[in-house]
């Protein structure tokens, strides 16, 4: 069966930081992997996503992710955070063709 | 492109009542979900229609809840009696390959 772990339920950062949100999964094949985002009192929106090849992939808003196969990781990762991005940030797996699976959320707080 | 809508924002029902959630998934997409999101248990995937069949039904949540795609353009999910602890948000989302999905703003419903 395929899971995600999110070790992290928050993370606070300064503005201007760098910052890493972590995700690993549970899957013997390379699974598709994704990064959500959810601001308050709004769905989840799509950051970025991994099928295949190059291992980092870039997003919308400065974000990237690696996807790391010996470590069964994708972690999130971006150079300079800013206020805006303080939100819920959701990594998401699917394998073999199934349904997405979602991890429990990292809470980021971005202080100024 | 109008994304994903739903109706109400906000629902507020007594115990017992019968409550029906909707969702207009964006035009064109095959898939359509429906999410239980709450703090404790994260997003709990509730069904599951492609092409408008059932493909997944979230199974513990069979007994009370039912989820109907009408038409290409339209879904309900009833939650029928409702129970104190059904007090949640409930996202829809749709998505052109299940996976990329495309989140509604999602209803709070609360049960007295």
């Known amino acids: 069966a395929q899971s995600v772990t999110q070790p992290d339920a928050r993370v606070t950062v300064s503005e201007g930081a760098s910052l890493q949100l972590r995700c690993k999964y549970s899957y013997s094949a390379t699974p598709y992997l994704f990064w959500y985002v959810q601001y308050p009192r709004q769905g989840l929106q799509m950051l970025l996503k991994?099928?295949?090849?190059?291992?980092v992939v870039q997003g919308v808003n400065g974000f990237e992710a690696e996807f790391s196969k010996s470590d069964s990781s994708f972690h999130l990762r971006k150079a300079s955070v800013h206020w805006s991005d303080s939100a819920v940030y959701f990594c998401?797996?699917?394998?073999?063709?199934?349904?997405?699976?979602f991890g429990s959320g990292t809470k980021l707080t971005v202080e100024p | 492109d109008a994304g994903v809508t739903q109706t109400p924002r906000h629902e507020v029902a007594e115990k017992g009542q019968t409550i029906i959630l909707k969702c207009e998934p964006v035009?064109?997409?095959?898939?359509l979900f429906w999410y239980r999101q709450t703090k404790i248990q994260g997003l709990e995937l509730l069904s599951y229609?492609?092409?408008?069949?059932?493909?997944?039904d979230g199974g513990a949540f069979k007994d009370r809840f039912k989820a109907e795609m009408l038409n290409s353009s339209f879904s309900t999910l009833k939650i029928q009696p409702t129970e104190p602890k059904d007090s949640a948000v409930y996202l829809c989302?749709?998505?052109?390959?299940?996976?990329?999905?495309?989140f509604g703003p999602g209803t709070r419903l609360t049960v007295l």
């Open positions: 989302a749709s998505s052109p390959d299940r996976y990329e999905q495309y």
């Open positions: 998401a797996v699917s394998a073999n063709g199934n349904v997405l699976y």
């Open positions: 991994y099928y295949s090849g190059d291992p």
């Open positions: 229609f492609r092409s408008k069949s059932l493909m997944e």
């Open positions: 035009s064109g997409h095959n898939d």
